[in-house]
């Protein structure tokens, strides 16, 4: 979240669009910014996951068959005028990649957006929500689009939520690559692996994936190799510090 | 007459009242954007907000987003029924969903903000 948070800042000050993508090891689950921890804690509890509070908004996720990202794009850009706006062009692009892998792909757009009854452990989940920007993809080989509000064949694979400053939006969002078992009223989502009946090659989906979003957006795209965390990075030990703490992690 | 807005380029409203107080709010373009409303952490009153930083958040079914604050001064009220009842401020962003009152260091500083003409400006930007 620290590093996240470095890119954003990064990004507001450079003027570029800056993008992380990352992998969870060991899995944990990340709340949203204004989740209640109680909510979490038998959740928590009986899964034995380590718990991290995300900056942004939105429901939890279980992290550890997913691909994380964080996109950073400065208010001077059109992409960050409207919260719609940035989802539709990240996950519009991801649209295309999984339509080459064999999938039928879709952006939810609601209607008013879909929320499970508050209080239930279903709701918790940000994998059992949907709102704009969800990406849908169709379980059925068909494919034939029924409306996942009657419980009809299509499943969320991908979740976003926006931390929108003064002068940076910072977008977060996770790809289930895998179907994540280990907490519970989360089991039922499918990911890649199991929609596409065999394991995804991340590097060439990332890949692809920040060809077409860099198109999109139409940006050069320059690949920094590396990892983008490091402990201790200089400078961020405020901010690791300010996310691991007790005050952080239980503020509502 | 209610006297005239003032807006931040953030989307903060700001109105002086009679009382040398001023209210501040989110205006409708900002509420429109948002979308579904689902959270809102106000300021404590008694508390100091300084022009340009954050003094609060609101959620969305899809963002969070902080609220700047339009000119120093210090919280002097909160409109403490509006987490509860966030739909108004779609349905009054400029009246009964007024967010917070303050009692600005300067006043002045508030005619530095843009007015209404002004800000309608930004907004057509934006939206482009």
């Known amino acids: 979240m620290a590093a996240d948070e470095r890119l954003a800042a990064e990004a507001e000050r450079l003027g570029r669009i800056l993008v992380r993508v990352y992998g969870w090891t060991p899995a944990a689950i990340s709340l949203g910014r204004f989740q209640a921890y109680g909510e979490a804690e038998a959740i928590v509890r009986s899964a034995g996951l380590p718990l991290v509070r995300r900056p942004s908004g939105g429901g939890a996720i279980v992290h550890g068959t997913d691909l994380t990202y964080a996109v950073s794009v400065p208010r001077g850009f059109s992409w960050a005028a409207r919260p719609e706006r940035l989802y539709e062009v990240v996950h519009g692009a991801m649209v295309d990649v999984l339509g080459d892998l064999g999938l039928t792909a879709r952006m939810h757009r609601p209607g008013p957006a879909l929320q499970p009854t508050p209080g239930a452990v279903e709701a918790f989940h940000c994998f059992n929500r949907r709102a704009f920007g969800d990406l849908e993809v169709a379980v059925d080989p068909g494919g034939n689009g029924s409306d996942p509000a009657a419980g009809g064949s299509f499943t969320k694979v991908m979740g976003a939520a926006q931390r929108r400053l003064a002068g940076v939006v910072l977008q977060h969002g996770s790809l289930l690559l895998a179907t994540p078992t280990l907490a519970s009223g989360q089991a039922g989502h499918l990911g890649l692996e199991e929609l596409i009946g065999q394991p995804v090659s991340v590097m060439a989906l990332v890949d692809a994936w920040l060809q077409r979003l860099a198109a999109s957006m139409r940006c050069d795209r320059t ?30 | ?121 930004t907004v057509q930007s934006q939206s482009h």
């Open chain 1, 223 to 252: 690949f920094v190799p590396g990892p983008s965390w490091a402990e201790d990075a200089s400078g961020l030990e405020p901010a690791v510090a300010r996310y691991r703490s007790a005050a952080w992690l239980h503020r509502r």
């Open chain 2, 1 to 121: 007459m209610n006297p005239p807005l003032r807006f931040a380029k953030t989307h903060e409203w700001i109105r002086c009242e009679e009382d040398g107080t001023a209210t501040v709010g989110i205006s409708a373009y900002a509420v429109e954007a948002l979308t579904d409303l689902v959270f809102m952490q106000l300021p404590v009153v008694g508390s100091r907000v300084t022009a340009g930083e954050s003094f609060g958040e609101i959620e969305s079914v899809k963002a969070v987003s902080d609220l700047y604050a339009p000119v120093s001064g210090e919280v002097v009220a909160v409109n403490s029924a509006l987490p509860s009842s966030l739909e108004t401020l779609g349905a009054d962003p400029y009246g009964a969903g007024w967010i917070m009152r303050i009692r600005p260091d300067d006043p002045a500083a508030i005619d530095q903000l843009l007015d209404q003409a002004s800000y309608d400006q």
